[in-house]
């Protein structure tokens, strides 16, 4: 399983238009083949700040969804609001 983290600071002018895009897609992220679980957490130090936990049973999952048009899309969309450049990490869970 990978979990992929995105970091995503908005200009507070945007915020509400990045949570009304995340609402319209949430659901359609979700259905995508491969993703298992998807949460939109938000900075309490700085309400500007977002992260996107997003749940994958394989990194070719998550590379199919990145380089599809659907994704191209809402991402065209998520990049206009920003404030700052977005940060990404691909990780996997360690069970011990």
């Known amino acids: 399983m990978i979990i992929r983290i995105v970091k995503l ?5 945007s915020i509400s ?7 319209q897609q949430k659901d359609n992220i979700s259905a995508v083949n491969g993703c298992l679980k998807l949460e939109l957490l938000r900075s309490i130090e700085n309400p500007n700040m977002f992260f996107t936990y997003s749940y994958w049973e394989s990194e070719k999952h998550l590379n199919a969804y990145r380089n599809s048009d659907f994704f191209g899309g809402i991402w065209v969309k998520t990049k206009a609001l920003f404030a700052d450049k977005p940060e990404a990490w691909s990780t996997e869970l360690l069970d011990f």
């Open 9 to 13: 600071t908005f200009e507070r002018e």
């Open 17 to 23: 238009s990045f949570l009304d895009l995340f609402e």
